[in-house]
């Protein structure tokens, strides 16, 4: 009888009431979302300048892929324009609903993992998501779309259990929405919906229903799958825009999604230590709850699913085997449930020995501790860094911040229906300035690559140059902003760019970027030279004479059509135009002009 009753207490304060485990989490999404409110001012990076320009085209009407073409589903566009509408079209607005977005996929994992293992179990998770979310290891204050895959996929996989429970073909039919939800929001959610249909088909089969029940399951979940994007494709091939859609989704994105295994291999192991580290207890524990796995029974009951959904998790981040840190996201609500798999599993283990009842506290108090350790390892990014310095923690010193200013001067000095161009990779610029792109060619990395598709991409954009004359060009030498610029392949398109530039356009404004970036307008500019590769410029297109050929349509359009001609015939390595070098073109261009003003005065 004593022995009972000692059993019977620590026992007692391992049933946590829902209401008691709902406060602790609850408690976790206020700390981290004040953290995260704290912060909400931090410039976007390159990614979210992309959702945010597009999803400000979506608010004015203008689809995905007109103005600006990515290989990213339209989902992530979508789920920005509604922050913006709710929230404002700014930095602050986008990171609002970015911190609801973070808080509601922590609560739905503390519900998943509810279902599964238990209430306890279920606050460790929805506490480690909470923190592993925000960290700067897996740029965890941006909204990337990964965050958004995450959202979708969990609530897709509790609808899914409970269409298991009650057998209804309509769950299964949401849970597959919202599994196609998760892969519209980028093609990573893919191996989420994939792990969704074969756990339903193992769980049906194990249950041995007949083939027949088996096939409208699953028909009914892959029916759900399907719809977003079907729907998708439609709404877009009313917009005129669905060429661009399957170009940059489908064609682009296979291509770029090729890569060499050693560099996977070494990309994965740098990236994987730069993710655990502000938080290594945790994933310490995480690791043991995959060892527990083959020593606990609660856990072996629904080791098909935590395997099965560990597994899946890890196959979304290898697309492309590009393995950058926010990717990692799509691990970590995974890694939170094995990290609440390793609690409640120790804790139920020491219980079932009588001589080790009374230590049940101690596996939960350790993951106390493992928390407490990584958020005073953090306690600067949380707690005392302004978010300026956090950002520049996250990415060193970059164009991002000071696109902001650049993008400023552009909207003061330009008219509503300006178009611009950016010569690098920051479309955020197009967002801060409110003026839509000369090109849809966001990102230059694409351009100088040797890939399938970069030759026809750089003459897609050349001739959007040409056609849509944009009044201000920003032109960002920045390394990060363009990658290696060195190689033989581009060296024709980078010639073009620079006399497009040079013939047509004036320089207004510089920003020398550094730990202090210095901003230089208007005349001042024309002279000032930025440090190498830390540079913005920001030029504005010449006012002309009518002088013939003395506009983009004189020198830069002989290079543009020389270029054309040896992108599809030469086979030198040296960039030669139609037998030419650049030095010769030059000649010939200040021939025809002179040539030009003769006629003129005849």
């Given at each position: 009888?004593?022995?009972?009753?000692?059993?019977?207490?620590?026992?007692?304060?391992?049933?946590?009431?829902?209401?008691?485990?709902?406060?602790?989490?609850?408690?976790?999404?206020?700390?981290?979302?004040?953290?995260?409110?704290?912060?909400?001012?931090?410039?976007?990076?390159?990614?979210?300048?992309?959702?945010?320009?597009?999803?400000?085209?979506?608010?004015?009407?203008?689809?995905?892929?007109?103005?600006?073409?990515?290989m990213?589903?339209?989902?992530?566009?979508?789920?920005?324009?509604?922050?913006?509408?709710?929230?404002?079209?700014t930095?602050?607005?986008?990171?609002?609903?970015?911190?609801?977005?973070?808080?509601?996929?922590?609560?739905?994992?503390y519900?998943?993992?509810?279902?599964?293992?238990?209430r306890?179990?279920a606050?460790?998770?929805?506490?480690?998501y909470?923190?592993?979310?925000?960290?700067?290891?897996?740029?965890?204050?941006?909204?990337?779309?990964?965050?958004?895959?995450?959202?979708?996929?969990?609530?897709?996989?509790?609808?899914?259990?409970?269409?298991?429970?009650?057998?209804?073909?309509?769950?299964?039919?949401?849970?597959?929405?919202?599994?196609?939800?998760?892969?519209?929001?980028?093609q990573?959610?893919?191996?989420?919906?994939?792990?969704?249909?074969?756990?339903?088909?193992?769980?049906?089969?194990?249950?041995?229903?007949?083939?027949?029940?088996?096939?409208?399951?699953?028909?009914?979940?892959?029916?759900?799958?399907?719809?977003?994007?079907?729907?998708?494709?439609?709404?877009?091939?009313r917009?005129?825009?669905?060429?661009?859609?399957?170009?940059?989704?489908?064609?682009?994105?296979?291509?770029?999604?090729?890569?060499?295994?050693?560099?996977?291999?070494?990309?994965?192991?740098?990236?994987?230590?730069?993710?655990?580290?502000?938080?290594?207890?945790?994933?310490?524990?995480?690791?043991?709850?995959?060892?527990?796995?083959?020593?606990?029974?609660?856990?072996?009951?629904?080791?098909?699913?935590?395997?099965?959904?560990?597994?899946?998790?890890?196959?979304?981040?290898?697309?492309?085997?590009?393995f950058?840190?926010?990717?990692?996201?799509?691990?970590?609500?995974?890694?939170?449930?094995l990290?609440?798999?390793?609690?409640?599993?120790?804790?139920?283990?020491?219980?079932?020995?009588?001589?080790?009842?009374?230590?049940?506290?101690?596996?939960?108090?350790?993951?106390?501790?493992?928390?407490?350790?990584?958020?005073?390892?953090?306690?600067?990014?949380?707690?005392?860094?302004?978010?300026?310095?956090?950002?520049?923690?996250?990415?060193?010193?970059?164009?991002?911040?000071?696109?902001m200013?650049v993008?400023?001067?552009?909207?003061?000095?330009?008219?509503?229906?300006?178009?611009?161009?950016?010569?690098?990779?920051?479309?955020?610029?197009?967002?801060?300035?409110?003026?839509?792109?000369?090109?849809?060619?966001?990102?230059?990395?694409?351009?100088?690559?040797?890939?399938?598709?970069?030759?026809?991409?750089?003459?897609?954009?050349?001739?959007?140059?040409?056609?849509n004359?944009?009044?201000?060009?920003?032109?960002?030498?920045?390394?990060?902003?363009?990658g290696?610029?060195?190689?033989?392949?581009?060296?024709?398109?980078?010639?073009?760019?620079?006399?497009?530039?040079?013939?047509?356009?004036?320089?207004?404004?510089?920003?020398?970027?550094?730990?202090?970036?210095?901003?230089?307008?208007?005349?001042?500019?024309?002279?000032y030279?930025?440090?190498?590769?830390?540079?913005?410029?920001?030029?504005?297109?010449?006012?002309?004479?009518?002088?013939?050929?003395?506009?983009?349509?004189?020198?830069?359009?002989?290079?543009?059509d020389?270029?054309?001609?040896?992108?599809?015939?030469?086979?030198?390595?040296?960039?030669?135009?139609?037998?030419?070098?650049?030095?010769?073109v030059?000649?010939?261009?200040?021939?025809?002009?002179?040539?030009?003003?003769?006629?003129?005065?005849?």
């Open positions: 009888m004593q022995t009972q009753t000692a059993l019977a207490a620590p026992t007692r304060l391992l049933r946590l009431s829902a209401s008691s485990a709902l406060s602790m989490v609850l408690l976790a999404v206020v700390l981290f979302g004040l953290i995260r409110y704290r912060l909400r001012d931090m410039p976007l990076e390159r990614d979210e300048g992309e959702y945010a320009y597009s999803g400000q085209l979506l608010l004015q009407g203008i689809p995905p892929y007109k103005l600006a073409y990515n990213k589903f339209p989902g992530i566009y979508v789920a920005y324009a509604g922050m913006l509408a709710a929230f404002g079209e930095p602050a607005g986008i990171h609002l609903g970015f911190l609801l977005v973070n808080a509601a996929t922590v609560f739905l994992l519900f998943l993992t509810s279902v599964l293992l238990g306890l179990a606050v460790v998770s929805g506490c480690s909470a923190l592993l979310s925000t960290s700067i290891s897996v740029m965890g204050f941006e909204a990337h779309a990964t965050n958004f895959v995450v959202l979708p996929a969990l609530l897709g996989i509790l609808l899914l259990f409970s269409a298991l429970r009650s057998g209804r073909s309509w769950l299964f039919f949401l849970s597959g929405l919202c599994a196609g939800i998760a892969i519209l929001m980028k990573h959610g893919m191996f989420f919906a994939l792990f969704c249909f074969l756990y339903l088909i193992w769980s049906d089969w194990n249950r041995k229903l007949g083939a027949e029940a088996i096939l409208r399951r699953a028909a009914a979940f892959a029916a759900g799958v399907i719809l977003p994007y079907v729907t998708t494709c439609w709404v877009l091939y917009a005129g825009v669905f060429r661009q859609f399957w170009f940059w989704t489908v064609s682009y994105a296979g291509e770029y999604s090729k890569m060499g295994l050693r560099r996977a291999v070494r990309a994965f192991l740098e990236n994987s230590r730069t993710v655990a580290s502000p938080a290594l207890p945790v994933w310490i524990l995480a690791a043991a709850g995959m060892s527990a796995l083959l020593w606990s029974r609660s856990a072996r009951r629904r080791s098909s699913f935590i395997g099965g959904f560990f597994l899946f998790s890890f196959l979304a981040l290898c697309p492309g085997a590009y950058r840190p926010h990717y990692f996201v799509l691990l970590l609500p995974a890694t939170a449930i990290t609440g798999v390793a609690v409640s599993s120790a804790t139920e283990k020491l219980a079932e020995h009588s001589k080790l009842a009374r230590l049940v506290l101690i596996p939960g108090l350790v993951f106390v501790a493992c928390l407490g350790y990584s958020i005073f390892e953090q306690r600067q990014v949380y707690f005392s860094m302004d978010a300026l310095a956090v950002f520049q923690e996250t990415y060193g010193v970059n164009g991002f911040a000071p696109a200013e993008a400023d001067y552009i909207r003061n000095n330009s008219p509503e229906t300006a178009r611009i161009a950016v010569l690098g990779s920051e479309p955020e610029i197009y967002f801060y300035a409110k003026r839509h792109s000369a090109t849809g060619y966001l990102y230059m990395y694409s351009l100088i690559e040797q890939r399938k598709y970069s030759a026809r991409m750089r003459e897609g954009m050349m001739r959007e140059l040409e056609a004359r944009p009044d201000y060009l920003v032109y960002v030498d920045v390394w990060d902003s363009w290696d610029r060195d190689g033989p392949q581009a060296a024709g398109f980078l010639a073009w760019l620079q006399e497009y530039m040079t013939e047509n356009y004036e320089r207004v404004g510089v920003a020398d970027i550094g730990q202090r970036t210095q901003y230089v307008w208007g005349a001042a500019a024309k002279t030279v930025a440090q190498p590769l830390k540079g913005i410029y920001v030029l504005k297109r010449k006012q002309f004479s009518s002088i013939p050929n003395h506009s983009a349509r004189g020198g830069a359009r002989y290079l543009f020389a270029y054309l001609r040896r992108e599809k015939n030469d086979q030198n390595q040296q960039f030669r135009l139609d037998g030419m070098s650049i030095t010769r030059r000649k010939r261009y200040v021939i025809d002009c002179w040539i030009g003003q003769k006629q003129e005065q005849v």
